[in-house]
């Protein structure tokens, strides 16, 4: 009678193990492995053992919260079934060599507050489903392919602290609309080909705190109103094609834009932040 007891908790235990997190999140774990050449990244998962013991998944309360797989040697394309994976808070496969274009089932995510994708070699438009994650405070997908313009319907991601698009191939201007994203705290455009003026309406993100936007074909002069950006404590806009070439700062103590302009156009001053 002991030995049956022993069995049947044992059975329990192991399907207990195994049944911490659905099916369909489940299926969407082997599903990314499977896409990505899960048997050639540096840290591998073993298929036979739960969920939660897969490297860089973390589980709460039967659901996976987080996938951090950066510098991991992933392979491969995003599959659509990634969307399945709806309790989803963070998500990091930076460094990673992933392809292709962004499935539109990543407007599942609704939980999700982080998305990193940088430094892989996604391509295609940026997609407008991201729009939809309103609860995303980062947004990471520099060094990349990403192409045509910045999606209007990233200015509904109201909760951004971080919106760094820097090095791809973006096109068209900066959206006037972007003081929609009154949290932002960084925001780097760098290294794309953007055109047009920069718009006076960032000086409306009173939280911002760093503003890169060099190399890129900008025109116009930086706004006289960015000087009410008290937090803010870098700014780069040099490489453009602004009337004057502007000096680029780094430190808590941002000079005037007014003495910027009267500066030599081809100083560079870095100070150190405290």
């Known amino acids: 009678m002991k030995i049956l007891k022993l069995i049947v908790l044992s059975f329990f235990i192991t399907a207990y193990s195994f049944a911490s997190v659905s099916q369909s999140e489940k299926e969407a774990l082997i599903a990314l492995y499977n896409a990505t050449n899960?048997?050639?990244?540096?840290?591998?998962?073993?298929?036979?053992?739960?969920?939660?013991?897969?490297?860089?998944?973390?589980v709460e309360n039967d659901k996976v919260v987080e996938i951090n797989l950066q510098f991991n040697n992933l392979q491969g394309n995003l599959p659509e079934e990634i969307g399945n994976l709806v309790y989803l808070k963070k998500m990091n496969l930076g460094f990673n060599k992933l392809e292709g274009t962004l499935p539109s089932s990543i407007k599942n995510l609704k939980e999700l507050k982080?998305?990193?994708?940088?430094?892989?070699?996604?391509?295609?438009?940026?997609?407008?489903?991201?729009?939809?994650?309103?609860?995303?405070?980062?947004?990471?997908?520099?060094?990349?392919?990403?192409?045509?313009?910045?999606?209007?319907?990233?200015?509904?991601?109201?909760?951004?602290?971080?919106l760094?698009?820097?090095?791809?191939?973006?096109?068209?201007?900066?959206?006037?609309?972007?003081?929609?994203?009154?949290?932002?705290?960084?925001?780097?455009?760098?290294?794309?080909?953007?055109?047009g003026e920069i718009p006076v309406e960032i000086a409306q993100l009173t939280q911002l705190?760093?503003?890169?936007?060099?190399?890129?074909?900008?025109?116009g002069n930086l706004p006289l109103e960015?000087?009410?950006?008290?937090?803010?404590?870098?700014i780069m806009v040099s490489d453009n094609n602004l009337?004057?070439?502007?000096?680029?700062?780094?430190?808590?103590?941002?000079?005037?834009?007014?003495?910027?302009q009267t500066e030599n156009a081809t100083a560079i001053l870095d100070i150190e932040k405290d």
């Open 38 to 58: 899960g048997s050639q990244w540096n840290s591998t998962w073993d298929m036979n053992t739960s969920v939660n013991t897969w490297y860089g998944v973390k």
């Open 114 to 162: 982080s998305l990193e994708l940088f430094m892989n070699q996604f391509e295609g438009n940026i997609p407008s489903e991201l729009g939809e994650l309103t609860k995303l405070e980062t947004l990471k997908l520099y060094s990349n392919k990403f192409e045509g313009h910045i999606p209007q319907a990233l200015m509904r991601l109201t909760n951004l602290r971080e």
């Open 164 to 195: 760094l698009l820097g090095s791809n191939f973006l096109t068209g201007t900066i959206p006037t609309n972007i003081y929609a994203l009154s949290k932002l705290e960084k925001l780097s455009l760098m290294d794309n080909k953007l055109e």
């Open 209 to 219: 705190e760093e503003l890169i936007l060099s190399t890129n074909q900008l025109t």
């Open 226 to 234: 960015f000087m009410g950006l008290k937090k803010l404590n870098t």
């Open 243 to 260: 009337n004057q070439e502007y000096t680029s700062y780094s430190g808590k103590n941002l000079p005037s834009l007014l003495h910027m």
